[in-house]
């Protein structure tokens, strides 16, 4: 098992900085002013520090998110890999329903596959058998992510420590068992209103799906907190993610699997509360 680095003063500050502007919903500066440039093992320590303080006040994990399965954001980034956020269960959202207004700071929606798995991952060398088998069903899904730091002015350090841009999650209600889909091969659309605003297939997440569910098995096994039977998997954007404003709504389709669809609030009128 590799070793989580030590909670130092920095790790503290970063992770007291981002909790802050979600508390206030006033973006923060980037962390990476505290935090040294590009130690990533410092910022999943940052990222550690407001999970636990989630656990702590209450909330519950449900599952993982990858991130930065596009090659041309790993090459902005300046990465060679993704990276992974924990998803929580007051971030899922009911298939159709609203986002309340203001919940979010700078929301940006993507169409991506969620797996829904059955059985333990524990290995860190996890082959594609393995998450094939432990896979339950698949599902379409929207993640709306979102950024504590303002203008979403990111490195990878800034991304990583906010546990890896997390917003909201929605989900398809129709599961789907993979042997009766090709996740390499699907094809997804994504409207914002009337208007396909993103296009892509499953070969544009690291190849596949279940490329990216190997890799993120494989490193959370080797940190000691392995993917569990009935953990949510966002495998990773198709395509490129939109921005989302108040009123917008959103769905996506993908080819064999189906659809998923929500809806951002109308800001409240000038001068009313919400």
Request: aromatic share 4%; charged share 20%.
């Amino acid at each position: 098992m590799t070793t989580a680095p030590a909670v130092d003063a920095s790790t503290i500050a970063a992770a007291d900085r981002l909790v802050a502007a979600e508390r206030t919903g006033v973006a923060c500066p980037p962390v990476r002013d505290v935090l040294t440039p590009h130690d990533i093992a410092a910022a999943y320590a940052a990222q550690r520090v407001n999970i636990q303080r989630g656990l702590a006040a209450g909330r519950r994990i449900v599952g993982r998110k990858i991130g930065l399965t596009s090659a041309a954001v790993q090459r902005q980034l300046g990465v060679g890999q993704p990276d992974f956020g924990a998803l929580f269960a007051d971030m899922c959202v009911a298939d159709g329903d609203e986002i309340p207004a203001g919940l979010l700071l700078a929301p940006r929606v993507e169409a991506e596959v969620a797996l829904v798995l059955g059985a333990d991952l524990p290995d860190p060398d996890t082959t594609v058998v393995e998450v094939l088998r432990a896979t339950e069903f698949a599902l379409p899904a929207l993640e709306v992510v979102d950024s504590r730091v303002a203008g979403w002015d990111i490195t990878i350090v800034d991304t990583v420590a906010d546990n890896a841009s997390c917003g909201l999650f929605v989900l398809g209600a129709t599961p789907v068992p993979l042997d009766r889909v090709d996740l390499r091969a699907v094809e997804m659309r994504l409207w914002k209103g009337a208007d396909i605003v993103s296009r892509g297939t499953g070969a544009d997440c690291l190849g596949g799906p279940l490329n990216a569910a190997v890799w993120l098995a494989s490193t959370l096994a080797a940190v000691g907190d392995p993917l569990r039977a009935g953990d949510v998997v966002l495998t990773g954007a198709l395509g490129p993610m939109v921005a989302a404003a108040p009123g917008d709504a959103f769905e996506t389709e993908i080819s064999g699997l189906g659809s998923a669809r929500t809806r951002f609030a109308a800001a409240p009128a000038e001068g009313t509360q919400g």
